[in-house]
Structures are given as C-alpha cells and as structure tokens.
C-alpha cells in the first residue's frame, strides 16, 4: 500500500522530475570527478612505485620526516647525515622469509656535484647494486648499455640528463662532495642510459651509481652492525698516568726526495688506486658492501596491498625492537611528491563545494516538496493516520527520488568516464603529465566510487526526510487543513 501510494505521488508531481534531475546531474559530476582524482592518484603512484621509492619503503626511525632525498622536514629541511638501517641482517632474513615481498634493495643517498668535460651542477647520488635495481624497477628501460655487475663500477644516467651533460655510454663523469674544508673526489663510468615510462622531472635530479663508489663519497664504513656506545672514561686511550713522549715518535724520521719500487717483470700488472679504492683494470679491490645502507626499498608480490604489508612490517619491527619503520611511497618521494598531492586536494576542494551547493539546492527541494503537502499530511491524520504512517510515506518517497536520481548519475557517470577516456586526451606540458601521471588521460569508475556515490544518495535521503517530516508533523490536523505550514 505505501509503495503503490508513493509511486502516485511521484509520478503525479512534477517536481519530483525536477528533484531526479537534480540529484542525477550532482551525482554524476561526483562520481566522474572522483573517477579522474582515483585514476590520477593510481598513475602517480604507479610512475614513482615503480620508478624508484618501491612499493614499501623502509627508513631509520628519527625525529626528522626523511626521505629518499634526505631531510624533508619543512622550512629547514636539507641532506643531512642520514642514519643506517640496522640491523641490517636480522631485517634482510626477515624481508627474505616473508611472502608478501617479491625483492629488495638497499640504497645510500647523498649530494655530489657531477661534472663532465662540458658542463656541471649539483645532482642526487643514489648508490645501489645496479643490476638488482634494475631488476626491480619495472618502469626503468635501458636506451643503451647495461647495469654494471656487483663489484664493477659504474653508473646509470636517465637520458634528458645525458643529453644536458653530454655523455655517452663509456664516458667517465666525476663527483665531488664537499666536507668542511676539505672534498672527496671519485669518478665512475657511465655503463647505462635510462629512461623511465612515464616522464618525470624528478627522474632527472638524481644518477645511480654502484654502492663502492657512493660509499667512498660519503665516507661510509663497509661494515655493517649496531652502534656501539663507549663510556666517556674510556674514550681516552692515553691518560695523564702514562708517561710518554709524543715527540719522540718522530725521532727516527729523515726526509727523502723520492720512494723507487722495483716490480718484477712476472708480476701482476692490477695495481690498487689510493684514491678510490679500485684497480687499475677497473673492478673494486672489496667485496660488495653487504650491510651500510640508509634506505630498504621493497617491492611486494602482485595482489598485496601495500598498507596491510606496511602495518604488518611495522608490527614486527617494534615487537623486536628494531629502529626502522615502513612507510608509503609518498614517504619516500617527499617533497616531490607532496605538491602533487596538495594539488589534487585542492581541485578536490573545489569540485566538493561545486557539489555542497549543488546539494543545498537539491535538500532545499526536497524540503519545499515535503512541506507544500502539510495540508495533505493534516487531513491524512485527521482521518486516522499516524505520525508513523506518514513518516514511512515521506521516507519511502524521498528515498525513491534520491536512489532514482543516483542510480541514473552513476551510470551515466560511468558512461561518461569511458566516454572520457576512449577520447584518448594527451599531455605535452610536463606539470599535467606528473599530475596525472601519464601521458594520457584514463579514467575509470572504482568499485569504491561506487560506494561513494550509493552513501550519497543515502544521506541525501535521510536529510531530505527527517527535518522536513519533523517540521510538517509539528503542526496539528486542524491547522494543516487550513493551510498552515
């Protein structure tokens, strides 16, 4: 009886037609909005996920917000001395045992400034085992050579850089680190260009080199391990009890004009740089540092989400202790990736006040539509109709208006977003590409967009049925059949 009668009323007023309109337009504004942002969020994900931050990254706990660029900590952040991620072992045998990731690589980060025979400038340093970062960044393309071998030098360099530094796969490119009065000096063989899936400016600020040398710039230990604290009693190896000449080191020393060394004509020609570590034939005289590393980046087995396997990480590494944590991509891009973010809210912003005003003017209808039946009401509860009873009507009517109306924006909401997307929209200018993290424009309605927009017509619902009822029903049967409102 109430569906059959709430049917009639709405097919017999028109401005229930003018209510599903309404709502369908709103509706479906919303649900092709959130489609883009989902969609953009997805492809700037993807372009740094699979780029160089990894789904899961893995940081040294502290007080500053770091990132694969160092300290990002706003206003004062800069590339501080970052910590290590320790202990490097116990975490490699748990990351290694664990399903849920695919592969991992450590990284240390440092400032150099790079120079070739042309031109130079100050650039990120990103030391890594080459051929395993590779490996694991599935958006990363060789355009010519190849990732060196652990324990080879080298260095892999995106192609908008090469061309700006003008260097080919053979040339040898020199880094500088500044430290106090002093500087180190290394240089490495370019053995690869790159270039990345999607074109980003962030991928030209920084060069991949192998670990030896990027340690070597830094200064950072081969070893791996936990700090050890000293007491401040035993940080003086010589103490005033010991009665020794200092000078008297030097008793024995002379000057000489020069050191001659005879080699044998049998003997191996592979002679050791003091400078950088390596041979003469180009390979390092260590093996591979196996445990200084300031970042872990992970990459998790397809079909896992990545904030599930950040909060089980996290779990075991407080339970043991540990002084690490896993954080999201975002974390690790840092303040490159932050104003995209803060973009996107801010269209976000936008689009939702478009869309509360839209709904003022919808719930204001919704209200008039309520309240112009008060004399309808009042002559239902003069013969016999209860407050109940009208409430289930003006319930049952506007949740039909409001479902109708998002029922029909959704679809015409999804039609619109493949519509939108089979128009194959490009992008030339390099701030829209990073926003959206493609070169094109794809749009796609989520099972969550979904969700969305069924919550919507809900709460549309219920504000267009509780505060129009309540007033309505405030007024007694007498005074509603004379027209009061």
Request: with cysteine; hydrophobic share 45%.
């Amino acid at each position: 009886m109430l569906l059959k009668l709430a049917f009639r009323n709405i097919f017999t007023r028109k401005s229930s037609y003018v209510i599903i309109l309404f709502i369908t337009f709103a509706v479906m504004l919303f649900c092709v909005a959130n489609a883009v942002f989902d969609s953009t969020e997805q492809g700037v994900e993807s372009c740094f996920t699979s780029g160089f931050t990894g789904d899961v990254f893995i940081r040294p706990t502290g007080n500053s917000q770091v990132s694969l660029f160092g300290d990002d900590t706003p206003v004062t952040g800069e590339l501080s001395r970052l910590e290590c991620v320790v202990p490097y072992a116990d975490i490699v045998s748990y990351l290694s045992e664990n399903n849920l990731v695919k592969g991992f690589t450590g990284q240390v980060t440092c400032t150099a400034y790079m120079q070739s025979d042309y031109t130079s400038g100050p650039l990120y340093i990103f030391g890594v085992n080459l051929s395993e970062y590779a490996d694991l960044m599935p958006s990363l393309r060789f355009v010519e050579g190849d990732a060196a071998l652990p324990g080879e030098k080298g260095m892999l360099i995106c192609a908008d850089l090469a061309e700006q530094f003008s260097v080919s796969v053979g040339d040898t490119l020199q880094f500088t680190v500044k430290e106090g009065p002093s500087a180190r000096i290394r240089a490495a063989p370019v053995t690869g260009i790159i270039e990345y899936e999607t074109p980003n400016d962030i991928f030209s600020r920084f060069v991949l080199v192998d670990t030896d040398t990027a340690h070597s710039l830094i200064g950072m230990s081969n070893a791996a391990g936990t700090p050890v604290d000293i007491a401040e009693e035993d940080e003086n190896l010589f103490t005033d009890e010991l009665d020794f000449d200092f000078d008297s080191l030097f008793d024995d020393a002379f000057d000489t004009e020069a050191v001659w060394v005879d080699i044998a004509d049998d003997a191996d020609e592979t002679s050791v740089d003091d400078a950088t570590g390596s041979l003469s034939d180009g390979t390092l005289s260590a093996e591979p540092v196996t445990g200084s590393w300031n970042f872990l980046m992970v990459r998790l087995n397809e079909g896992f989400s990545s904030k599930k396997a950040i909060r089980k990480l996290n779990r075991t590494f407080r339970k043991n202790g540990w002084p690490v944590e896993a954080v999201t991509w975002r974390h690790a891009a840092g303040s490159t990736a932050m104003y995209l973010y803060w973009m996107r809210l801010i269209f976000n912003i936008g689009i939702i006040i478009v869309l509360a005003a839209g709904f003022i003017i919808i719930n204001n209808t919704l209200v008039i539509s309520v309240l112009d039946r008060t004399r309808e009401f009042g002559t239902m509860r003069a013969v016999g109709a209860g407050k109940r009873y009208i409430s289930l009507q003006c319930m049952i009517e506007t949740f039909m208006l409001t479902i109708s109306g998002g029922i029909l924006g959704t679809v015409l909401g999804i039609w619109f977003a493949s519509y939108i997307t089979k128009l194959h929209i490009t992008f030339t200018n390099s701030f829209l590409i990073q926003l959206f993290g493609s070169e094109a424009l794809s749009v796609t309605v989520t099972p969550h967009n979904l969700l969305t927009m069924a919550g919507i017509s809900v709460l549309l619902g219920l504000v267009g049925w509780i505060y129009p009822v309540l007033t309505a029903l405030r007024v007694t049967p007498v005074k509603a059949m004379s027209g009061s409102k």
